[in-house]
């Protein structure tokens, strides 16, 4: 039996398996996430850990699966971020995750010391707050009291890796989004962490996804309830494991949507992807020797959470499900739209000063109006991501669908409408991070390859793509851009955006 954890944003999705992948069962572990004004987005590793253990310990009383039968144990994790350990391996502060965007002096200062397009060339992603090297030397130019203590950097699925086996490393694709990995090379770049003044010490080794790291340390075995021999494999980021999760380990699989709190749009490759104006990115993926093209937005699956909570009587308790049903069908949102750019934006804008909007608001429109605009708002938004994956070569011709947001009927007949393409329902929706670090797992333990991976889901819907509808939306795709372009003076303007950015 392999145990996967899977560090999102809101929770600690953990998932049991037999050997060749097959899920037994799951659990998730919620924990908070601080979000305040100014960009600002952390958490606290303890927080993980502590997840960690009780969604351990809970799959196993499930399941009633002996401790025992248990030989592996892999994390995928939230990528970007920044955990600042001191000597002893201590957190010195809380993590700062993917969804921060305070770092925009620092973001500036990287650009005209390596200029954005070679930069983009070598870490295959752009410059930009939401990356670990630019948080890191937010945290040194302005907790210098923290940054005296800071000895080493990871993410969040190396963290848990350490705490579980005592090994501080990474891996290939959590390493190539931290914007100090130089992809080409497959090592950490000297030339940007000479740009940004950081010691190479600070950064951990760079291990394959499937090493082995290690077995269970005394005290972490006594904490999940499981023998120490348990080995624990490194797994990798969210985006490359969604992908195998979804069965998509080689081009000719096609590509994939994750619907979850940030979305994105991804597909395998065997080479870096890189578009002329910079909107997409490519992570080197779990699978060795190959690459993930990806665009990801901020705020996905939370803009859907976002507004379910607004307009339910009950914020802690909004019927999600309900509003976007009401949402689907016919219904015409008669020119209202909503710019989904709650935490500022990445693909396809790279703009943290971008907010929220609904723009066109009539006497008329209805909760279920405002619900349709925010789920087409959000396809509006990863069609600009499709069309620069297309204009750098890349042909997409269906995509399927994961995430929690995958399981909204409504949202899947939008996404194919705005889209024009087929959107296929694959049988692991909300697993698809923990599968993929299953599948990866076994690999690293002997027992699979990863092509298994396409025999551990199966597509249990599909929905086409209305031609009338897909014209009519081409239409509006285009006065989506428009009000985007319109406010974006407006936000830089704001007395909370990012002067840097704003002078940019």
Same mark, same amino acid.
């Given at each position: ?47 993980w ?25 892999v994390?995928s994790?939230q ?14 502060? $809380?993590? %700062?995750?993917?969804?921060? *965007?305070r770092? @925009?002096a620092?973001?500036? =200062?990287?650009?005209?010391? /390596? #200029? ?23 945290v ?58 950081l010691?190479?010490?600070?950064? $951990?080794? %760079?291990?394959?996804?499937? *090493?082995?790291? @290690?077995?269970?340390?005394? =005290?972490?075995?006594?904490? /999940? #309830? ?8 490194m ?20 590509a ?72 689907g ?15 500022g ?7 943290p ?24 708002g ?33 949202w ?93």
């Open positions: 039996m392999i145990i996967a954890h899977d560090l999102g944003t809101t929770g600690n999705k953990a998932s049991l398996h037999h050997d060749d992948g097959r899920l037994v069962t799951s659990v998730t572990m919620p924990y908070p996430a601080h979000f305040a004004a100014g960009g600002i987005a952390e958490q606290d590793p303890a927080d850990w502590h997840a960690v253990i009780k969604a351990t310990r809970e799959l196993l009383a499930r399941s009633a699966v002996a401790p025992e039968a248990v030989s592996g144990l994390v994790g990528m970007m971020g920044a955990v600042l350990l001191d000597a002893h391996g201590e957190p010195v502060r $809380p993590a %700062i995750i993917w969804a921060d *965007t770092s @925009g620092q973001t500036r =200062a990287l650009e005209q010391r /390596l #200029g954005a397009s070679h930069a983009y060339h070598v870490l295959g992603h752009r410059l930009n707050p939401t990356y670990s090297v630019e948080k890191i030397m937010w040194r130019d302005n907790e210098p009291d923290v940054w005296s203590r800071v000895r080493h950097f990871c993410v969040a699925k190396d963290y848990i890796v350490y705490r579980l086996t005592g090994r501080l490393a990474t891996e290939r694709s959590d390493a190539s989004g931290t914007n100090a990995y130089d992809q080409l090379r497959g090592t950490w770049s000297e030339h940007v962490l000479g740009a940004a003044g010691d190479a010490a600070l950064f $951990p080794e %760079i291990l394959e996804s499937t *090493t082995v790291a @290690g077995t269970l340390e005394p =005290a972490a075995a006594e904490a /999940l #309830g499981l023998p120490a021999s348990v080995r624990v494999v797994g990798g980021g969210d985006g490359p494991l969604a992908a195998v999760g979804s069965g998509i380990v080689a081009p000719a699989d096609g994939y949507v994750c619907l979850g709190t940030s979305s994105w749009i991804s597909f395998a490759s065997d080479a870096p992807l890189h578009d002329e104006r910079m909107r997409t990115f490519t992570f080197d993926n779990v699978v060795p020797g190959s690459f993930v093209p990806t665009a990801t937005m901020q705020a996905g699956g939370a803009s859907v959470q976002w507004i379910a909570e607004a307009l339910s009587a009950d914020p802690s308790n909004p019927d999600t499900a309900q509003l976007t049903a009401d949402a069908g016919d219904l015409d949102t008669e020119d209202l739209y909503f710019l989904p750019y709650l935490l934006e990445r693909a396809p804008l790279w703009d000063n971008a907010r929220g909007a609904f723009v066109g608001i009539g006497r008329h429109h209805t909760r279920a109006h405002l619900t349709r605009a925010v789920l087409e959000i396809a509006f938004n990863l069609l600009t991501c499709i069309q620069a994956f297309r204009e750098s070569g890349a042909a997409i011709d269906r995509i399927d669908a994961v995430g929690g947001g995958a399981q909204s009927d409504a899947l007949g939008i996404l194919a409408d705005v889209w024009g393409v087929p959107v296929r329902r694959r049988t692991i929706v909300e697993e698809a991070n923990s599968l993929g670090a299953a599948v990866t797992g076994a690999v690293g333990l002997g027992l699979a390859d990863f092509s298994a991976a396409r025999a551990l889901s199966e597509v249990t819907a599909e929905f086409a793509p209305d031609a009338g509808r897909h014209d009519v939306y081409a239409k509006r795709h285009a006065r989506f851009a428009d009000a985007y372009t319109a406010l974006a003076p407006w936000f830089a303007a704001s007395p909370s955006a990012d002067p840097e950015t704003a002078e940019a």
